[in-house]
């Protein structure tokens, strides 16, 4: 079947500038998962959905980023007025559900903000 | 805050070659998982290990769990270049399975 799906696969923004990352989780799973990876920062997480609702945004760096999920499937991440900062890969992963722990990514967007 | 930490950094071994990765975390944990990742894109998971678990096998890995010292370690037997790849190890924290993970082995396997 079809595997968690990303785009666009890359995006180059000028700073300031808003981008909208997309992704498309694999039929019938309900928690979505949205990560970073940056050369200085690792792989950290950003947002959690479980269906439509986010319970956990902790890792959400700054007001400028904010997501969100439709009908408990596509989810899209959205940063406003992109720093350089911002430049990094960003990953969404699904999973069946509660008590199914190993998470399925999509191939990520690479995100450079000039 | 990063959880694991993986010990070495990075591995260059032959093809054929047995390599073994390392990985600490702090906290206590539910399942600790590794990842593989290619060419710094999607990551592919490969093995989950839960805390009551101590060593399982899947094919020509093996992970062992040791929760006393917050400690895992991933062998790939007869390594291929194929295998050539970051390994990221990871751990679930709270009931949403959110992961935080280490920083990763390259490791590289020369034909």
């Known amino acids: 079947g079809a595997g968690v799906s990303q785009s666009p696969s890359n995006k180059v923004t000028e700073k300031g500038k808003d981008v909208e990352l997309r992704c498309d989780p694999i039929?019938?799973?309900?928690?979505l998962y949205w990560y970073r990876q940056s050369l200085g920062q690792g792989l950290e997480f950003l947002i959690y959905?479980?269906?439509?609702?986010?319970?956990?945004k902790s890792g959400l760096p700054s007001d400028r980023f904010s997501a969100e999920r439709t009908g408990g499937s596509v989810s899209t991440l959205t940063i406003q007025r992109t720093q350089q900062e911002d430049s990094a890969v960003y990953l969404c992963?699904?999973?069946?559900?509660?008590?199914?722990?190993?998470?399925?990514f999509g191939p990520g967007t690479r995100l450079l903000v000039l | 805050s990063q959880q694991g930490e993986e010990d070495p950094q990075a591995l260059s071994i032959q093809e054929g070659e047995n390599a073994t990765m390392n990985c600490s975390y702090k906290?206590?944990?539910?399942?600790l998982q590794w990842y593989r990742q290619n060419s710094g894109r999607g990551l592919v998971h490969l093995i989950l290990?839960?805390?009551?678990?101590r060593e399982k096998h899947s094919g020509r890995l093996r992970v062992t769990l040791d929760t006393s010292k917050k400690s895992s370690s991933l062998l790939i037997t007869a390594s291929r270049a194929a295998d050539t790849a970051s390994y990221f190890c990871?751990?679930?924290?709270?009931?949403?399975?959110?992961?935080?993970f280490g920083k990763g082995n390259q490791v590289v396997v020369i034909p």
């Open positions: 990871a751990t679930t924290l709270g009931g949403n399975n959110r992961l935080a």
């Open positions: 906290t206590s944990i539910n399942n």
């Open positions: 039929s019938g799973h309900t928690a």
């Open positions: 959905f479980q269906g439509n609702s986010a319970p956990d």
């Open positions: 992963a699904s999973s069946p559900g509660t008590g199914r722990e190993t998470q399925y």
């Open positions: 290990i839960r805390s009551n678990e």
